[in-house]
């Protein structure tokens, strides 16, 4: 897994090599991991062949409205084919179930700082004593990062070993050609075979399975917005798909109650890029003066760095 550096260096941060399973940890609240996020994580996993699980941590301190659109994202990616944990770290709730699939294995430990990696590490290595983060009341956001990646071999007879890397702020879309994005996005790529054309872009097409299950509910948004953002990302604004931002949202609302608490808005800003080129919609420039839309060139800067802020801010 490699991390390239978000400054101009060009560089790139090997974050960790044989990885047998990469765990991304995410939170509903305190800070939220946006789905886009978590989309971005699983699709470069699977670009570079690494098994992917999620592990939803916090558990122990969701709302009623958090906990229901936890277990409705953990459906859906269980649902693709992706093991879901629900634990927390702080109590150790569901930690044994983790641990389990954990042993003999290389295992690589993700995540936004403030996710509770450090309390998880504790956890599943009590020799560790890493330094639990204290999360920042006024900003919801981890004081201590970690800032090189660290191996620890797990306890137990098991074997195996975690690596703890540096918390992500943001995940790219390098190396990456925007015909391969559907082949890292699983469910999208199993329903792109029934597509009437070969060379569908899942945006506009007449006979597109993939817009057909979306319509059907069949498709999750999130996943189909994280697909966008990628492709757009990549590729601009492909002809056709200007009014995909209201649309997703659109699909968000009517999907049903879970999804009305999933906050699309780092998704959806940058797949809002009307006819003329300004942006719109995305909550953050809502308030601001109206930015001029990023030029080409700032557009391939941004995807041969890799690592963007915006993924991850949420
Ligand atoms: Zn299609």
């Known amino acids: 897994i490699v991390r390239k550096a978000s400054n101009l260096s060009k560089q790139s941060h090997i974050l960790a090599a044989n990885v047998d399973l990469a765990l991304l940890v995410v939170t ?17 996993a ?13 558990m122990d301190d969701l709302s009623e409205e958090e906990r229901e659109r936890a277990d409705y994202l953990m459906a859906i990616y269980s649902n693709i084919g992706y093991t879901c944990y629900a634990v927390s770290a702080l109590n150790g709730d569901g930690i044994d179930a983790l641990t389990r699939d954990m042993q003999g294995r290389i295992c690589l430990l993700a995540g936004h700082s403030g996710v509770g990696k450090s309390t ?8 560790a004593h890493a330094k639990t983060a204290q999360v920042s009341e006024a900003h919801g956001t981890g004081m201590h990062t970690t800032t090189f990646s660290e191996l620890f071999d ?3 007879e098991g074997g195996g070993s975690v690596i703890d890397i540096p918390g992500i702020k943001g995940f790219g879309t ?36 993939v817009l057909e299950a979306l319509e059907n509910h069949q498709l999750a948004p999130t996943r189909y917005a994280s697909y966008l953002s990628v492709v757009f990302k990549i590729a601009g604004p492909l002809r056709g798909a200007v009014n995909v931002h209201s649309w997703c949202e659109h699909k968000v609302e009517t999907a049903g109650p879970p999804f009305r608490g999933i906050h699309l808005t780092d998704a959806v800003s940058q797949v809002a890029v009307p006819r003329g080129g300004h942006r719109q919609g995305g909550g953050e420039s809502r308030g601001a003066s109206p930015k001029s839309p990023r030029s080409h060139a700032e557009r391939a800067v941004g995807q041969a760095e890799g690592w963007d802020a915006e993924a991850g801010a949420g």
Do not use: Q, W
């Open 28 to 44: 509903m609240a305190r800070p939220e991991t946006s789905t886009t996020f978590i989309d971005r994580f699983l699709a470069s």
């Open 46 to 58: 699977e670009a570079y062949r690494v098994p992917t699980a999620l592990v939803f941590n916090k």
């Open 120 to 127: 998880l590490l504790n956890r599943l290595v009590p020799e």
């Open 154 to 156: 797990l306890p137990g």
């Open 174 to 209: 390098f190396n990456m050609e925007r015909e391969e994005v559907a082949h890292f996005f699983r469910d999208i790529f199993k329903l792109s075979a029934n597509c009437r054309f070969g060379n569908c872009t899942h945006t506009h097409e007449p006979g597109c399975a």
